[in-house]
């Protein structure tokens, strides 16, 4: 590799390979034992400590992507960001976090800390005067989701890591929807970098996985933590990941694209109540959007309007799955009433502004003509049905 950094593809498809050197053959090979030498190795190795060929060489990949020094991968997003959080807090210590986040990190905080004596204050507005107000004189973290899931609210990042750099407090974000392809925290002051590898790292709904990166100093801290905590990756997932991560850039790119246009096709149409979308004009955080992200990224969000079941719409739907998780290169849709947000009460889900007719829409690589027929075609059934009743 020459002394020019290299470009996005070409750090998905080359960084952190592991050569084969027996066979020469074009990809990583796999490294499947969980037991390796002690005596007079440079590195005791061993799956729970994150050190393995694969694993070590991933990370590297990974840290490259989001242009930060060190990573880490685990079993989960939610080990990732579970890990973490323990990692920086501790009893007595308070972390202050935005009101819209996907709802398994908001069930960690709400069902796990007060157990652990950790205190935290949630951000209603978005604004940096929103979060300078709930801090505390022992608060340790600021935690952000942006774009958010599901509503896909955005988070000034820059405002953020100023303000917490300003008062000696760790900053992180999960960059699960955005995706090192549409946003790098990191190079507007982020500390710690969080993602479900699940998504859009992983791209084809076969693998769970989680991601952290930061710098040395604080990805050993965490490391010091999460090999008590064993949320470490198997080899085979690892390897899978790596070679999903070399199609990332080509793969969001579409999934940019596509999300545009069928946003800007979905506002249009009488029978949509509300679209959130970030590349929209009409979302009322276009223009932060514009200034921290590289596209918009894959993930909308839409209401029908009042009389068109939303649950009916779904099974009407040829094409697009219904299905619970989101980023695969197919297109797929939920209710996260029932799915990504089951797990908060209602009034919870109320202080979020999600309702119970809410869709959240993860869009694929298709050609998006399939898409919006496959829209028009479901919901025209569901008017029909009701129709007749």
């Known amino acids: 590799m020459n002394s020019k950094k290299p470009g996005f593809n070409t750090v998905c498809t080359h960084i952190g390979e592991i050569e084969d050197k027996q066979?020469?053959?074009?990809?990583?090979?796999?490294y499947l034992s969980t037991s390796?030498?002690?005596?007079?190795v440079d590195t005791k190795r061993y799956p729970r400590y994150f050190n393995t060929p694969n694993q070590e060489a991933l990370c590297k990949k990974?840290?490259?992507l989001e242009k930060g020094e060190s990573s880490l991968i685990f079993g989960s997003g939610m080990a990732a960001i579970?890990?973490?959080l323990f990692a920086f807090l501790q009893k007595g210590d308070h972390i202050v976090l935005q009101r819209t986040l996907y709802g398994g990190t908001a069930n960690l905080i709400n069902e796990e800390f007060e157990k652990y004596g950790i205190e935290f204050s949630y951000v209603d507005s978005q604004t940096i005067e929103g979060f300078e107000e709930k801090l505390q004189p022992n608060t340790k973290v600021i935690y952000i989701e942006t774009p958010s899931n599901p509503l896909l609210t955005i988070t000034d990042i820059k405002a953020i890591s100023g303000l917490a750099k300003k008062n000696g407090i760790v900053s992180m974000i999960d960059n699960t929807f955005a995706s090192p392809v549409n946003q790098n925290p990191i190079d507007l002051g982020i500390d710690i970098v969080l993602h479900s590898a699940t998504k859009y790292l992983g791209g084809h709904s076969d693998?769970?996985?989680g991601a952290v990166v930061s710098t040395h100093e604080k990805i050993d801290q965490i490391f010091q933590v999460a090999k008590n905590f064993g949320g470490s990756l198997s080899d085979f997932t690892v390897w899978m990941l790596e070679r999903s991560i070399k199609t990332l850039g080509l793969r969001?790119?579409?999934q940019n694209k596509n999300a545009l246009k069928l946003a800007?096709?979905?506002?249009?149409?009488?029978?949509?109540a509300a679209v959130y979308y970030p590349g929209l004009k009409s979302h009322p955080d276009h223009e932060i959007a514009?200034?921290?992200?590289?596209?918009?990224?894959g993930m909308l969000s839409f209401e029908l309007q009042e009389g068109i079941d939303a649950s009916k719409f779904q099974k009407e739907l040829k094409l697009i799955k219904s299905s619970m998780s989101l980023a695969g290169v197919e297109s797929t849709i939920l209710s996260p009433t029932l799915t990504s947000h089951a797990l908060l009460t209602e009034q919870e889900r109320k202080n979020q502004g999600i309702n119970d007719g809410l869709l959240r829409f993860s869009v694929g690589i298709e050609e998006k003509e399939d898409l919006i027929e496959d829209i028009s075609q479901a919901i025209q059934k569901v008017k029909t049905l009701a129709l007749q009743y």
Do not use: C
């Open 62 to 64: 990974i840290a490259a």
């Open 264 to 272: 800007k096709w979905l506002a249009k149409q009488d029978d949509v």
């Open 290 to 297: 514009k200034k921290q992200m590289n596209g918009f990224g």
């Open 252 to 254: 969001v790119k579409r």
């Open 23 to 30: 066979f020469k053959g074009a990809i990583s090979p796999i």
């Open 82 to 84: 579970s890990t973490t």
């Open 36 to 40: 390796y030498a002690f005596e007079e």
């Open 207 to 209: 693998i769970l996985a």
